[in-house]
């Protein structure tokens, strides 16, 4: 059996490439030889300022938007991580054998930390650590991300394997899976930048709620470039990168999209293109809508979900004390 576990920050309205990155991976991971796990990181969002209600809003999205993506909750154990505080306690221990040198090596870090100064959280710079315990804790074996979290994973593989060392067999080390097509999405505004809810302008990602007309204005204001056919070339990065999100809305091949756009250009496609996203997005968008309307059903099973995770958790939690000696 494979312990499969992935976690999103409720930090505002996922985009497509949350979607494509981290949960789509998760539900097609679900069957009865794994145990897997996901949940909605609400201590790492508050890293960076979060207004209270629309903090707790957000979390109750998330918990939406996974369902109607296609979790199972009696597949997968779905919950807030707040909910099991060994996350935080393993946290504190494992900030005890970190080293600043590679916390500070973080690419995440650096970027939200630019400009900031020293009023940069201390939550933001210890931020991989409490991953580290998220995903240490419940003996995971594989690991579903984007390809930013990448180096993340290593660092939990880093500490996993320093706290085996030092105090004996203790943690699973485990494995980042970075899927080939949509690991990283780009921002449709500079397709050098991936896809970020937290870039400054709304119009370089996708949010999952977005309807038809932002859809278009969006697509339609896509970064391209001046040549005037549509093929598949790593080079012409806006272009590929709408050719990625058009394959993954659809099912299709790039090959079998490009074929459909031969001696056609950018006005076609793009039309094309805001289309297929649209009709991805609105089923999706209604049954979201939907689960939103049950708020105490949605509670109801993020707590289930923590129960089930907190007898891992604490069972985890407690050899860990007894290794590092403090348990009497
Ligand atoms: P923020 O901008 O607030 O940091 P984000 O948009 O980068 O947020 P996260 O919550 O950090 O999203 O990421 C959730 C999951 O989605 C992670 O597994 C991450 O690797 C994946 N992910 C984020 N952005 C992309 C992207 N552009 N393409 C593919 N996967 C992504
Ligand atoms: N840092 C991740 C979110 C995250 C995560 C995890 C991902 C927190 N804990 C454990 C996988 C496993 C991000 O996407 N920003």
New binding site residues.
Partial sequence: MNRIL?A??P??I??I??L???IEPMVGLQSDENENLLFAVDYHAITVPQKPAELRRNILFAAATYLSVGIDPAKTILFQQSRVSEHTELAWVLNCISHMGELERMT?FKD?SQGKDLSVSVGLFAYPILMAADILLYDTNIV??????KQHVELARDLAERFNNRFGETFVVPVPQIRKE??????LDDPEK??????ESEKS?ISIMDDEATVMKKIKSAMTDSKSTIEYDEKRKGLANLLTIYSLVTGKHVNQVVSEYEGKGYGDFKVGLAGAVSAYLSPLQEKIKGYLESEDALIKILDEGAQRAQVIASKKMELVRKKIGVQL
């Fill in positions: 992935t999103l920050q930090s505002g996922l985009h490439g949350n494509f990155g981290a995440q939200k579903p991300v984007g390809a930013d979290q949509g690991a990283r999405i780009m921002s991936k896809m970020s809810k937290s870039a990602y």
